[in-house]
């Protein structure tokens, strides 16, 4: 198995699998905290307006997606501020406007055929070097972030009330959270596609939930169960010839529900969790 | 009680969009008093502790607090909101949540000081909870939960405490527990208790507040036939779940055949969750 790690494309698609495992640790846990999940679903959705853009503008694809994608989890700040109820139906429109536009822009892009299923179920094999930087620079960012903000970030998980009561910067922090999500959703398309964001951005935290007892180490684990699920989705796609993208959330998955049989049959849910 | 900590005068308030929760509300609480704020649900009971927070601010009049706007001592407020069930999937110990209530005053990063875990402990073994510090707090019973609240409205030494609804989704020992726990806190700080449930005014307040729509303020702890009209109308003056220390807590009902006695009530005291005024 290891000389399959001589081909550039082999080790750029490990480099970025574990690169976006961080941001998916990092991350997934705040929006699984946060209950965010929808709203990263909408992101990874609106991103494919940023792909259209960049190929109908000729701009580079990841940094413009990344910006589209920000901007999206910015307005979807924006309209979460006063709390998740009010703003169910934006999300959904944002969730399918974002993609329309993506595809119309494309549709108006004369003579370029794009590869629609690359961004739907991710293309690890084709990660240039570019971009390999570009998601270690994000995920350096990503962390010093959360670092810097760790306690905020706790407490607006926990309580924002009462956060705000401390002079945490609620706002702020909120709308941080979401350019975060967006940025890292971009990073994670590369790896597993817009369709399957979602499930490496809450399997992970999901399974290191219960396991964790401060949101630093369930971060720390989650971080490790997405390159584990990476890595072993990626040698599955490689042994069997399999889609990348599949092949890691169906490990995913598979290793999520033999975690939910084994503490069904051993009782070792912990309350509350 | 020799100088007010909290001044509120002529305080309108409504959220947007909707009808004024409160009107012309007057209140002054005095240094050292232990306040019931009592009202039925949606009277503006949390509302008016969210202004004194300093989380909300009025449309009209005034509110000082400790002799300035509330904004400005957040320091010296320690708040204990109503448990709505949020932040249930954070993974955090009993002392991670004590420690939230330095925010504000810490540095960033992931470090504590050894000197803040002091102060957190000394918080949670204050309500009795030290030895549950390593625990996870979704581990913990209602009555645990509430405690390690209130340490973290406790760790950074208020003047004032506010606590919403504090009892709410807590067993019937557990609440005369905390209501104990209150009074001893009453030595050192004033407090301001906001509750539909009337058991308080029995047990440690000093004086009681009735919000609804505007404030009464009575410094005696006692719970009038007005008190109870303007709370709950007039046709339902039997709300009452009154608890005094003592072997069997005594319950007045109204007298046989008395109309509008609320048959939902039950059980000892208001069910958890009921106290959502606004949301």
């Not at chain 1, 705040?30 to 190929?55: D, E, M, T, W």
């Not at chain 1, 993609?99 to 240039?128: E, Q």
């Not at chain 2, 009209?60 to 204990?80: E, H, I, N, Q």
């Not at chain 2, 932040?87 to 005053?105: K, S, Y």
């Amino acid at each position: 198995m290891i000389e399959v790690l001589s081909y550039e494309f082999m080790r750029n698609a490990l480099y970025a699998g574990l690169l976006a495992s961080l941001a998916c640790g990092v991350i997934g846990t705040l929006v699984v905290v946060n209950r965010i999940v929808f709203l990263a679903g909408a992101v990874a959705h609106a991103a494919y307006g940023g792909v259209g853009l960049a190929y109908f503008m000729g701009w580079p694809v990841l940094p413009c997606t990344m910006g589209f994608s920000v901007a999206a989890g910015g307005l979807l700040a924006g309209a979460t501020v006063r709390g998740m109820d009010r703003a169910d139906r934006f999300i959904g429109a944002l969730w399918a406007g974002g993609m329309a536009l993506g595809i119309l822009l494309l549709d108006f892009t004369p003579g370029y055929n794009v590869d629609l299923m690359s961004f739907l179920f991710g293309s690890i094999m084709a990660v240039p070097r570019a971009d390999i930087w570009m998601m270690l620079a994000l995920d350096v960012v990503i962390v010093a972030l959360v670092m810097y903000f760790y306690k905020d970030f706790m407490a607006l998980s926990f309580d924002r009330e009462f956060a705000a009561t401390r002079g945490t910067p609620v706002l702020l922090l909120h709308f941080l959270m979401l350019a975060m999500v967006g940025a890292s959703v971009v990073m994670i398309i590369r790896v597993v596609g817009l369709i399957l964001v979602i499930a490496l951005l809450t399997i992970p935290p999901g399974i290191a939930l219960p396991r964790a007892r401060t949101l630093g180490g369930m971060m720390a684990l989650s971080t490790v169960l997405a390159a584990l699920f990476c890595m072993a989705g990626l040698a599955l796609s490689y042994a069997l010839n399999l889609t990348s993208g599949a092949a890691i959330i169906g490990v995913a998955v598979v290793v999520q529900a033999l975690d939910a049989a084994w503490r069904k049959v051993f009782h070792r849910r912990e309350s509350g969790a | 009680m020799s100088e007010p900590v909290i001044e509120v005068r002529d305080l309108d308030f409504g959220y947007e969009g909707g009808p004024d929760i409160l009107q012309g509300a007057h209140l002054t609480v005095m240094r050292g008093d232990y306040v019931a704020v009592l009202g039925p649900n949606g009277g503006g009971k949390s509302t008016l502790l969210k202004l004194l927070l300093g989380l909300l601010e009025p449309d009209a009049g005034t509110v000082r607090v400790l002799g300035g706007p509330p904004a400005r001592v957040t320091d010296k407020l320690g708040y204990m909101p109503q448990y709505s069930g949020m932040g249930r999937e954070l993974p955090a110990r009993v002392i991670d949540i004590a420690l939230m209530g330095l925010l504000g005053g810490t540095g960033k990063g992931f470090h504590w000081t050894r000197d803040e875990h002091k102060r957190a402990e000394r918080a949670l073994d204050r309500v009795g909870v030290l030895h549950l510090k390593d625990r996870r707090i979704s581990g913990l019973s209602g009555g645990q939960r509430q405690r390690a609240f209130i340490a973290r409205a406790l760790v950074s030494d208020p003047q004032i405490l506010f606590l919403d609804e504090p009892t709410a989704s807590v067993d019937a020992e557990g609440r005369c527990a905390l209501l104990e726990l209150l009074v001893e806190l009453n030595r050192e700080m004033s407090i301001i208790y906001v509750s539909h449930d009337l058991s308080v005014v029995a047990s440690g307040a000093h004086s009681v507040a009735c919000v609804n729509g505007s404030v009464h303020f009575h410094p005696r702890p006692e719970i009038t036939r007005e008190m109870l009209t303007m709370m709950y109308g007039d046709k339902h003056t039997c709300p009452v779940e009154v608890f005094t220390h003592g072997d069997v807590p005594h319950r007045v009902v109204p007298h046989h055949g008395a109309p509008g006695c609320c048959p939902d009530r039950e059980g000892p005291g208001p069910e958890s969750g009921g106290g959502s005024d606004h949301d």
